[in-house]
Structure formats: structure tokens, C-alpha cells
Nanobody, 122 residues
Framework: QVQLVESGGGLVQPGGSLRLSCVLSGVTLDTVHIGWFREVPGKEREGVLCISRGISSTVKGRFAISRERTKNTIYLEMSALKPEDTARYYC????????????????????WGQGTQVTVSS
């Protein structure tokens, strides 16, 4: 059974940083694409960043994803946080056997965690 468990959310001041973790079980990092998404009540789930199978890290603007294979864990590093980054953040996994690019659409992922709340406020 594949499970994803996020942690690391909380309250942070504008301009601050936060690192979210996503621990995978039932599947290894080498076999999945990983996507981070966020959701605000009343809005569609929004893609933050994804990392393809076999890639160790990726950066886009204020967000970065890295892997720790020994812990089967994915991290989302967020910096220069803004109030509009307030959301519930989810990690998602898609099992693949090729070297395709990670999908950016939520519907393309097979497994989801329960999410962790991030609130950016002074």
C-alpha cells in the first residue's frame, strides 16, 4: 500500500522560509515522479513544482525540491514566503517506468498525502 505523509507546515512570517517533508512508503523514490501542490478553500488545487524520476533536485523561483533516498523522503523548500502562499500543501506520486517529465496536472498523479497547512502571516 502506497502512502505519502507530509509534515513541516506551520505559521511563518512574511519573508520567512519553511521546509516541508513528504515521506513515502510502499514505493521507492526511484520509481516515481513527485509533485507538490497547494490548495486554498474555494480554489482549484494548484501545482507548485514537480521533480521527475531520477532527478535529485530542482529549483523554480522561491521553491526547490530535493530527495533523500535513505529516508525515502522528498522535501519542498520554500523561501521569501508571502501571505498569498498560505495554503494546504500536498505531495503526490506517479509511478512510472520511463524517463518522462513529471506531470504538472493534479489529475495525472496516482497517490496523495493528507496535506500540511502553511500559513504566512505577521
Amino acid at each position: 500500500q502506497v502512502q505519502l505523509v507530509e509534515s513541516g507546515g506551520g505559521l511563518v512570517q512574511p519573508g520567512g522560509s519553511l521546509r516541508l517533508s513528504c515521506v513515502l512508503s510502499g514505493v521507492t523514490l526511484d520509481t516515481v515522479h513527485i509533485g507538490w501542490f497547494r490548495e486554498v478553500p474555494g480554489k482549484e488545487r494548484e501545482g507548485v513544482l514537480c521533480i521527475s524520476r531520477g532527478i535529485s533536485s530542482t529549483v523554480k523561483g522561491r521553491f526547490a525540491i530535493s530527495r533523500e533516498r535513505t529516508k525515502n523522503t522528498i522535501y519542498l523548500e520554500m523561501s521569501a514566503l508571502k501571505p498569498e502562499d498560505t495554503a494546504r500543501y500536498y505531495c503526490a506520486a506517479k509511478q512510472v517506468s520511463d524517463v518522462s517529465a513529471c506531470p504538472t496536472t493534479a489529475g495525472d498523479y496516482d497517490y496523495w498525502g493528507q496535506g500540511t497547512q502553511v500559513t504566512v502571516s505577521s
